[in-house]
C-alpha cells in the first residue's frame, strides 16, 4: 500500500527538517500517538531508534528508526504504522521563507491487503489531515525562531 501527500509550509526547510526528525515532536501532529520518546542517546540522525505509544486503531507500543537523515532534503523513518510495518519518506524542496513537503507513505498490508484500497483511502486522508496540524504549528507566529516552545 502506497499514498502520497504533499503540501507547502511557510517555513525555511530548515525549520520544517529539524522539527520532523525530533520524532518526539509526533504527538503533537499526529493524533494517534501519544508519545514518542529516543531509545537511541546521542544527536539525532540515521540510526536513531524511538519507541512510541499509539492509541489508534488500537493501543500499542512501536518502534521506529530513522534510515536516511540527509538535512534539510529528506528524511526516512521504517518500523511500525498502527497495524502495518512500513516506512513514511519526507522529502523537502525550500525556499528562503517556504518549503514544499512531500510525504510518502509505503506499507506492508499483509493480511489487511484482501481490505482492497478502502484502508489506503482512509490512512492518506488521516496522514493529510495530520499534515496540516503540522503546518499550522510550524506556520504559527514565533514557532522555529526560539520564540516559541514546540
Not at 502506497?2 to 501532529?29: C, I, K, M, Q
Not at 519518506?89 to 509505503?106: F, H, P
Not at 484500497?117 to 504549528?137: C, E, H, Q, T, Y
Request: avoid cysteine; glycine fraction near 12%.
Amino acid at each position: 500500500m502506497r499514498f502520497t501527500n504533499a503540501l507547502r509550509v511557510e517555513r525555511p526547510a530548515g525549520v520544517v527538517f529539524d522539527y520532523l526528525a525530533d520524532l518526539r515532536n509526533l504527538p503533537a501532529w499526529n493524533y494517534a500517538i501519544s508519545e514518542t520518546r529516543p531509545l537511541t542517546p546521542g544527536r539525532t540522525g540515521p540510526g536513531t531508534v524511538y519507541e512510541q505509544s499509539r492509541t489508534l486503531p488500537r493501543v500499542m507500543r512501536e518502534r521506529l528508526e530513522i534510515v536516511e537523515y540527509e538535512r534539510d532534503r529528506r528524511l526516512v523513518v521504517e518500523g511500525g504504522f498502527g497495524l502495518f510495518q512500513g516506512r513514511a519518506i519526507y522529502t523537502l524542496e525550500g525556499a528562503a521563507t517556504s518549503t514544499d513537503l512531500v510525504n510518502e507513505i509505503e506499507l506492508e498490508a499483509g493480511a489487511l491487503g484482501a481490505l482492497g484500497g478502502l484502508p489506503a483511502r482512509s490512512m492518506a486522508g488521516a496522514v493529510a489531515k495530520n499534515l496540516n496540524v503540522l503546518k499550522d504549528i510550524l506556520e504559527a507566529p514565533g514557532a522555529g525562531n526560539g520564540t516559541t516552545a514546540w
